[in-house]
């Protein structure tokens, strides 16, 4: 039974589609949404750690997410900022930890060959995923 969704979003509109995917989702099974932003760090070592966003700019990535849940249905949303060194390794990190039991993400516009294959986030999530993986198109 689907009680906690988990969707990242990365502001793109792809993920944006997710988010409407899994507002409808959480909506219907009466489950608890939250919207995480994975903000990988890079560097580290004998250099700085940079992350990718500004926390302003992840901030705004998730108030976007959650002004799209709102607008379909979901007036309650967690979120989250997630910090690892690689995107899918946070997402699935963040789910088992917090006992997620359906991740809703999107994958990026495929033409040609590559819409033949999910993108490498949305692959390596749903292969090392504890739970349901949906991905949303």
Same mark, same amino acid.
């Given at each position: 039974? +689907?009680?906690?969704?988990?969707?990242?979003?990365?502001?793109?509109?792809?993920?944006? &589609?997710?988010?409407?995917? !899994?507002?409808?989702?959480? +909506?219907?099974? @009466?489950?608890?949404?939250?919207?995480?932003?994975?903000?990988?760090?890079?560097?580290?070592?004998? @250099?700085?750690?940079?992350?990718?966003?500004?926390? !302003?700019? !992840?901030?705004?990535?998730?108030?976007?997410?959650?002004?799209?849940?709102? &607008?379909?249905? &979901?007036?309650?949303?967690?979120?989250? =900022?997630?910090?690892?060194?690689?995107?899918?390794? @946070? =997402?699935?990190?963040?789910?088992?930890?917090?006992? =997620?039991?359906h991740i809703v993400m999107?994958?990026?516009?495929?033409?040609?060959?590559?819409?033949?294959?999910?993108?490498?986030?949305?692959?390596?999530?749903?292969?090392?995923?504890?739970?349901?993986? +949906?991905?949303?198109?």
């Open positions: 039974m +689907t009680m906690k969704v988990l969707c990242p979003t990365d502001g793109t509109p792809h993920s944006m &589609q997710a988010v409407v995917a !899994a507002a409808e989702l959480a +909506t219907k099974y @009466g489950a608890a949404l939250t919207i995480c932003v994975v903000n990988v760090a890079h560097g580290g070592g004998r @250099g700085p750690l940079i992350h990718h966003w500004s926390d !302003a700019e !992840a901030q705004k990535l998730l108030d976007d997410a959650v002004a799209v849940a709102g &607008q379909n249905g &979901q007036s309650d949303v967690h979120t989250a =900022i997630v910090i690892d060194r690689e995107a899918a390794s @946070g =997402i699935v990190g963040y789910a088992e930890t917090h006992q =997620i039991d999107g994958t990026g516009d495929k033409r040609g060959l590559s819409r033949l294959v999910l993108g490498s986030v949305a692959a390596d999530v749903a292969a090392r995923a504890h739970c349901s993986v +949906t991905i949303a198109r």
